[in-house]
């Protein structure tokens, strides 16, 4: 895999501690929650951890942060594997929070033995209420001083099953009036009766992830605990349960900038409210942020990549254009994928001269800045198919394409005029009649004359129907900071859905298969709904960049 590191705080900070000799290896862990699929954003978070660890010849462990089993699921665990796998990473070791509850349970009465856990009765809305706030010192729970005793048989109880969901929940005993909010008092267990995708219905208590990451982070052994700026303020809870509760093992939190993109939504939350909602298709709808979606789409594992080193890892939260991530795409795929031609809105031409019944082979590059493509063949007869944009009755200035009397080049072809149209009953026009210059073949060194239009065609005896997805940004504002109103923002012209027809050397072209149509833009054959009856491409993203 290409990887040259790039110098990074991070990258510095690791270099330190074994300079300093405070670690003697490296183990980092990619610890998503299993209850949505990753997006872009993960996918930096997934990169900078594998090929940190992978620099210094460490480990990274894949970790499944499963302790809200209302919301998780295997699809979405099984989802996760593939989109790490397919971004070119092997794993370490696969684990899940799951497989520890019962160290946690543990470690959890380590606290209350040691006097810094208690069973408390408030509710949710209670326990808010006595946090404070930035300028006011929180409230003592009633339940704070129960004996080490009674909240011994209280956890015990509450993992027996006795109490209803919210009834009890165990609170670590810290700091009511700390400035950090995050350490007053904070819910380390609450109840839940819920089955849980790993194992089942054994426990109905489950650890709060601000308990549980921490200690997974110990047991595994992990050095260096990276993270991104949200849990910043969370880490001198990080720091105090792994010291507290006694872990043999004491791993550090770093945090770093988030990935935010123009256009895009980076949530799983609001994500599955496009899905929920039917604003999507799917998870992979090629619309989506998501790995599968950008998968689906047509990106590839390299231009992620690449485009996750060149951003970097900073300390303080930025915006990158999303035109930047199309620049990556459009660097992968131009000297590895073939060029060839597609018409999206077509119109028929009937070159009037040119002998009936006859078909000819014309020879074509498939990539003239990779000649290690070759050539092919592609079929030229009487009629062909142009795109309706390339033909107007009544031109404006410096237009060179086709109109009547106007003479252009058909790409790897031969010149054609027009000389006639064709209307239906509504003044449309649905067909044109040209003639073609039998000395003006390409290749043939003609120098004649020249034309200043060159437009692509697709030979109609053998053109091939398919079906175009072009996709443009799902999120209309650019940088859109109100959470509350995001559906409202929607781009409800994020589709739009052609009808046409590509050559015929595409026909056997197989799910995923990539394409540069000339002038049109990559695109990806949509490994859902193309069939062999009836080919779907989605564009990828258009040939020109302003990036």
């Not at 790490?84 to 520890?100: I, M, N, P, T």
């Not at 791993?251 to 609001?270: C, D, G, W």
């Not at 995001?486 to 590509?502: E, K, R, Y």
């Amino acid at each position: 895999m290409e990887n040259k590191p790039t110098s990074n705080f991070l990258r510095n900070i690791i270099l330190e501690d074994l300079k300093l000799g405070k670690v003697d290896h490296i183990i980092t862990r990619f610890p998503p929650e299993p209850n949505g699929y990753l997006h872009i954003g993960h996918a930096k978070s997934i990169i900078l951890n594998f090929e940190l660890a992978d620099e210094f010849k460490g480990k990274t462990h894949l970790r499944f942060d499963d302790t809200n089993p209302a919301k998780e699921d295997t699809e979405y665990v099984e989802s996760i594997k593939e989109d790490v796998s397919w971004l070119g990473y092997e794993w370490d070791g696969l684990f899940f929070a799951s497989d520890y509850f019962e160290e946690m349970y543990n470690r959890a009465v380590v606290l209350i033995k040691n006097g810094k856990a208690y069973a408390c009765d408030s509710t949710a809305e209670e326990i808010r209420q006595m946090r404070g706030s930035l300028t006011e010192v929180g409230q003592r729970s009633p339940y704070r001083d129960r004996s080490v005793e009674e909240n011994l048989a209280l956890f015990e109880r509450m993992r027996q099953g006795e109490f209803k969901d919210g009834a009890k929940v165990l609170r670590a005993k810290i700091d009511m009036a700390s400035p950090n909010i995050n350490m007053r008092d904070p819910v380390l267990y609450r109840i839940a009766h819920a089955a849980h995708h790993n194992t089942g219905d054994k426990w109905c208590i489950y650890p709060m992830y601000s308990f549980a990451h921490p200690l997974e982070d110990a047991i595994e052994g992990v050095t260096h605990s990276i993270c991104t700026l949200e849990f910043e303020d969370q880490r001198p809870l990080y720091d105090w349960v792994i010291r507290e509760c006694e872990m043999e093992n004491t791993p550090h939190q770093y945090e770093f900038a988030r990935l935010n993109i123009t256009n895009t939504v980076m949530s799983k939350r609001k994500l599955k409210q496009l899905v929920d909602e039917g604003v999507v298709d799917g998870w992979d709808d090629p619309r989506m942020p998501t790995i599968s979606g950008l998968r689906r789409k047509g990106y590839t594992a390299e231009a992620i990549r690449a485009f996750a080193r060149e951003i970097g890892v900073a300390k303080a939260d930025s915006v990158i254009d999303t035109k930047m991530l199309e620049h990556f795409i459009r660097e992968d795929l131009k000297l590895k994928v073939p060029r060839t031609m597609a018409v999206l809105k077509p119109l028929k031409v009937v070159i009037t001269n040119y002998p009936e019944n006859q078909v000819e082979m014309l020879e074509a590059e498939n990539n003239p800045e990779n000649q290690e493509m070759g050539t092919r063949q592609i079929p030229f007869s009487r009629e062909v198919y142009i795109e309706q944009d390339d033909f107007t009755e009544n031109p404006p200035p410096k237009y060179h394409r086709l109109f009547p009397g106007n003479e252009v080049r058909l790409k790897n072809a031969y010149f054609i005029k027009c000389n006639d149209i064709v209307k239906d009953e509504t003044g449309k026009v649905i067909e044109l009649h040209c003639t073609y210059d039998i000395e003006t073949k390409s290749g043939s060194g003609f120098t004649g004359r020249k034309v200043k239009g060159t437009i692509h065609w697709v030979d109609a005896s053998q053109a091939v129907p398919a079906e175009f997805r072009l996709y443009e940004a799902l999120i209309l504002d650019e940088d859109m900071t109100d959470e509350a109103s995001f559906l409202d923002h929607i781009n409800p012209q994020s589709l739009g859905i052609a009808h046409g027809f590509v050559e015929p050397n595409i026909k056997v072209a197989k799910p995923q298969d990539k394409f540069q149509f000339f002038r049109h833009g990559y695109f990806n054959v949509d490994p859902l709904n193309s069939t062999n009856d009836q080919l779907v491409f989605n564009r990828i993203v258009s040939l020109k960049s302003s990036f």
